[in-house]
């Protein structure tokens, strides 16, 4: 167990709905990671925060958004659902954002119908 | 653009053998190169490695980092059916780490 924990672990919706993924963090991280699974593309990072601050994004669509809280836990937000957005998404986190390996959570399966 | 490339996509082995994973990436002034274990859910983490030549141990696990030649292996001994996963190589920016599509190892009794 890494000691990330992400809920809901299943989440099934249909096409233009909007969902919240939610992560916690390891007790003590203060980065957190967002990344998307899906079966032909690999990991692919989302977004990054740190201490509350959003620090690096990657390929994140604008119908994706995140924020971290100040108790260091973060949501992902998704919205106008489309049938490529099923995957698989991560949160990760790490003590530092310098040489610190992340820790990932058991992720969130997300299927749009 | 991948900047993360591992090889071979995939392979089969039969316990007791010894299999080595590549991965190479094309870029310079990363900070640190990190190994992942992906069964069915978390990828675990494995290894982290900073330094050029120094090789890291876990076990029957062994990574070492070639930062002239660009690339990393990752090593395992005598392999067993619980080794059978996906194998990540991710390298770490400042605030991003950029993830390999990873090989996936089976191994068979």
């Known amino acids: 167990d890494s000691g990330v924990t992400q809920t809901p672990k299943h989440l099934i919706t249909a096409t233009g709905q909007r969902v919240t993924l939610r992560c916690s963090p390891r007790?003590?991280?203060?980065?957190v990671y967002w990344y998307q699974q899906s079966l032909d593309q690999g990991l692919q990072f989302l977004i990054q925060?740190?201490?509350?601050?959003?620090?690096a994004k990657g390929n994140i669509l604008e119908r994706f958004s995140a924020q971290q809280f100040p108790d260091l836990h973060s949501e992902l937000n998704l919205s106008s659902l489309e049938l490529g957005d099923s995957a698989l998404y991560f949160c990760a986190s790490s003590v530092t954002d310098l040489n610190s390996p992340l820790h990932f959570g058991n992720g969130t399966r997300l299927t749009v119908t | 653009e991948d900047k993360v490339v591992q090889s071979p996509l995939s392979l089969v082995v039969h316990e007791g053998d010894t299999v080595t994973l590549n991965c190479s990436y094309e870029v310079t002034n990363f900070r640190s190169l990190l190994w992942y274990k992906q069964e069915k859910k978390a990828p675990t983490f494995l290894f982290m490695l900073t330094s050029s030549g120094i090789e890291k141990k876990s076990g029957r696990l062994s990574s070492i980092l070639d930062k002239k030649e660009l690339f990393s292996i990752l090593n395992i001994t005598a392999t067993q059916t619980g080794d059978s996963a996906i194998y990540l190589c991710?390298?770490?920016?400042?605030?991003?780490?950029?993830f390999g599509t990873g090989t996936s190892l089976t191994v068979i009794p």
């Open positions: 007790s003590g991280d203060l980065s």
């Open positions: 991710a390298v770490e920016f400042p605030n991003q780490f950029y």
């Open positions: 925060y740190y201490n509350g601050e959003e620090r």
